[in-house]
């Protein structure tokens, strides 16, 4: 007879090799068919709504590593949220407009701009944004991305330019909107004006320079021929100079070097001497600050005035406490500029090149130009030094090149007319982790006023118009009226026609008695766009609302999305656009480096899923600590790729254990479970709630540590190894086997379930071979609830102890093994000296106990002090392990005094032969 055939030995379909990169797409595709997102939306339809609000993505160019953690965290909340009593709509979205799609059709697609007016230019630039759209849409449905791909919102849509033109006419409407001409950061690569959230530091070489300017009309505080000393690192501006600013309240000393006379701070005298290499000076004279308002210097080498002002702005940390003063070129110079009515000049154009207003410059680009002026004050005999310093400067941060700050006039909102709503919307509002509060709220409360306007042709255009008499025009029947053509039409039909034409028929207005309109040719800041979502998107969408229970971005996106989505909700609702939001850090490379081209460390999204599969990804994003920056590369995706294959081989043991299990015949209620299964579902249950509360906070390490130690140490480790002997041996019904069976079949449901956010994939093929369930999708069912098991806490206390009574035995086996006493375990005989309690604990399990320890004999043979010397020693037991006696059953692999003891099964033991006997006799 051949007593294999008598065995229960696992059987599934389940591969244990998971091949991801070949099945996901297959499963992905089912999911398509069957309309997955639609069917979840339909199940959970009436249910509270859970609005996770996406950020969206700038549609140029393959998904980087950020993106893919960004969308799966997003998908992993999203479905859990889904399957938690929630209804979750997730509407992706993508913003479209802005210099990088301008650069990447003269760039990459080689199309010349000055051939073709700006409706057809911005036509091509529609065009390459929807092939982006389309090309990263695929690569995140890749990555297991759940949401309503088919309807994602866009900021090109017209119907997303509509509302954000009326969110233009909201914040006009309460005065936030105005147009001045102001210093603002300026990019000559890109040609336009720049918002703060736009601007990144790097080091800078700059020029630092020393001038003296002398004294024209000292106001009888002093003398005519003394010079008042600046620094600065920016020569380019001494062309734009018009006065002079010094601090009320500081003590300024004539100094004496030489024939020459100086002012400056006499805070600084000691550095800037040291500076100057003056090595002998005398100090003449002091006085406050403010005894030189409106002194007159000569400017160094053109014929003009330069004028000393007082300035709050003025401090000691670095130069000469007199600040060259030009308004056209910086914020707080412009700011007390006003104040003294010095006038505004620029003499740099948009492309950052000197102008005709700096007479002996003209046409050098800026930052060639300090050479030159440097040269010219040298040659005046107003530089006292030239030196070079490297230091933060700001860069445009999509062409990574300097900024100035130029004058122009240009449309801003105010934020400063409802900072305190700002403020208190911020204070309403859960930040994770709670450093972003701080954050925010230290950039709203020294944030000047948002620049908005962009002088580039790719945007929506900021619907104004003007009067003849230049007075701008912006009334709710205007905003109304564009809205409604841009929700008709798209934005480019304001590039299309004349101002007459956009206006309401018969539209008339004082500032233009002659019927005459003109329209603005700026666009809108990409951020009011992108910021304008809660609005389009939210509230625009029948499936969604305003606020969102979470945003969740980059932490980048304090100074973005996050920033100008609450400007713009607060200005236009007076509440945040969001309840809660999240923020994660950046994806590195192994060694904690910034992912670059030029370092060939970069990690592609692509190639991840091609050699390890999409599930694999989703399983890293989960086992990192995201909030903070994360690193990524082979090595660590091979160390989740072995955790996947634990969690898989899990799922694969118990699908195969239970391919004779019917939950609805062979189900053992839990009060006839045996207590060793019970402890298993009451470890099950604490992993249920755990895994539930770590999703709630957010918190995916846990989960992903969590579920690997369930599956490693409960489970693998113990349970189904000591399980294997009931399982494969023991009659198909005995009740010890469908006892094992029914938690296998709780443990497969919840695991199943639990990790189907962070796997979709894998869960779904898991899915499909548990012939039990109705549903034709685990993404169709809700997560498992926790359960208390009558007398869990005592049960789980006593096996608790047992467990770690078993670790002892454990390494007693492996020291057995190591000294050749015994090969595998089912060797070995123990014989056992516990102490009081642990011989207590041995006597109150009804469990067998050579079972659960996986040896063949075992034989409690007196107490702890009663031990022989040659017993291995532990804190509550003492044991010898040896050869069991015996011969080994040729069906159950013990070691048995009793083979043999059956006539017609010689080589079995009792067990097995009585088993054979009862269940197995028609295979003799």
Known sequence: M???????????????????????????????????????????????????????????????????????????????????????????????????????LLKKQKINRKEMDVAQFRKHCEQYAWEQIERQRVQFKRLGIRGDWKNPYVTLKPEYEAQQIRVFGEMAKKGYIYKGLKPVYWSPSSESALAEAEIEYYDKRSPSIYVAFEIKDGKNVLTDGEKIVIWTTTPWTIPANLGIAVHPDLEYSVVKVGADKFVIASALLEEVAKELDWTEYEVVKSFKGKELEYVVAKHPFYDRDSLVILGEHVTTDAGTGCVHTAPGHGEDDFVVGQKYNLGVLCPVDERGYMTEEAPGFEG??????????????????????????????????RTKKPTIFRATAQWFASIKDFRDELLQAIKETKWIPNWGEIRIHNMIRDRSDWCISRQRAWGVPIPVFYGENGEPIITDETIEHVAKLFREHGSNVWFEREAKDLLPEGFTHPSSPNGIFTKETDIMDVWFDSGSSHQAVLVEREDLQRPADLYLEGSDQYRGWFNSSLSTAVAVTGKAPYKGVLSHGFALDGEGRKMSKSLGNVVVPAKVTEQFGADILRLWVASVDYQSDVRVSDAILKQVSEVYRKIRNTYRFLLGNLFDFDPNQHRVSVEKLREVDRYILIKLNKLIAKVRKAYEEYDFASIYHDVHNFCT??????????????????????????????????????????????????????WGHIESVEEKSVQLVDMPEAVEIEGSKEIEAKWDQFMSVRDDVLKALEIARNEKVIGKSLNAALILYPNEEIKELFNSIQEDLKQLFIVSQLEIAG??????????????????????????????????????????????????????????????
């Open 2 to 104: 051949d007593y294999k055939e008598t065995l229960r030995m696992p059987k599934t379909d389940f591969p244990m090799r998971g091949n991801l990169p070949k099945k996901e797409p297959e499963i992905q595709k089912k999911w398509e068919e069957m309309d997955i997102y639609e069917k979840v939306q339909e199940r959970t339809k009436g249910r509270p709504l859970f609005i996770l609000h996406d950020g969206p993505p700038f549609a140029n160019g393959d998904i980087h590593m950020g993106h893919a953690l960004n969308k799966i965290l997003k998908d992993i909340i999203v479905r859990y949220k889904s399957m938690s009593g929630y209804c979750a709509p997730y509407v992706p979205g993508w913003d479209t407009h802005g210099l990088p799609i301008e650069t990447a």
């Open 863 to 924: 107490d702890y002090k009663d031990a022989p010397e040659e017993a291995q020693t532990f804190d509550s037991i003492k044991i010898i392990v040896k050869q069991a006696d015996g011969e080994t059953c040729e069906r159950c692999w013990v070691v048995s005094t009793d083979i043999g003891t059956d006539q017609d099964h010689p080589t079995l033991c009792k067990r097995c032969a009585s088993i054979v006997k009862d269940h197995y006799s028609h295979l003799a």
């Open 364 to 397: 050098l680009f800026y930052d060639d130009a300090n050479k030159k002026i440097t040269e010219k004050l040298e040659e005046v005999g107003a530089l006292l030094k030239l030196s070079f310093i490297t230091h933060s400067y700001p860069h445009d941060w």
């Open 713 to 766: 140490i409960e489970l693998s480790s113990f349970y189904l190894d000591f399980a294997k002997d009931i399982l494969y041996i023991e009659a198909a019904d005995s009740h010890n086997r469908r006892s094992i069976q029914t938690v296998l079949y709780e443990t497969l449901l919840a695991l199943v379930k639990l990790m189907t956010p962070i796997l979709p994939h894998t869960t779904e093929e898991v």
